[in-house]
Nanobody
Framework: QVTLLESGGGSVQDGGSLRLSCAAS??????MTWFRQAPGKEREGVAA????????FLVDSVKGRFTLSQDDTKNMVTLQMNSLKPEDTAVYYC?????????????????????WGQGTQVTVSS
């Protein structure tokens, strides 16, 4: 098990920017992923990265606007969100699957992760 501590989030207007960070309590290689869940909708994978190197994945709706990066010295991943839209409004969760690289086949599936952060609200107003 690993503890995931999220920070960032908040409220911005359409076109604004926010940054979300997730610090893990382990330096074990892991697939670390940001999910989001809007009211009445299923939780969806937004961006994933393998700590220590490896591919990064982004859902099509955020490509060109969101960037996911990592700081291995701090066991931290950061989601930079630019050009935010009202439809990006959701609770954002950090998730980790330990001991594996992210895979195109499952990174967006919430059931593949057994470590979750507490969630942080992102609200984008028009």
């Amino acid at each position: 098990q690993v503890t995931l501590l999220e920070s960032g989030g908040g409220s911005v207007q359409d076109g604004g920017s926010l940054r979300l960070s997730c610090a893990a309590s382990t330096d074990t290689v892991a697939c670390m992923t940001w999910f989001r869940q809007a009211p009445g909708k299923e939780r969806e994978g937004v961006a994933a990265i393998t700590t220590g190197g490896g591919p990064t994945f982004l859902v099509d709706s955020v490509k060109g606007r969101f960037t996911l990066s990592q700081d291995d010295t701090k066991n931290m991943v950061t989601l930079q969100m630019n050009s935010l839209k009202p439809e990006d409004t959701a609770v954002y969760y950090c998730a980790a699957r330990l001991g594996t690289y992210c895979s195109l086949h499952w990174w967006r599936s919430a059931t593949e992760y057994d470590n979750w952060g507490q969630g942080t609200q992102v609200t984008v107003s028009s």
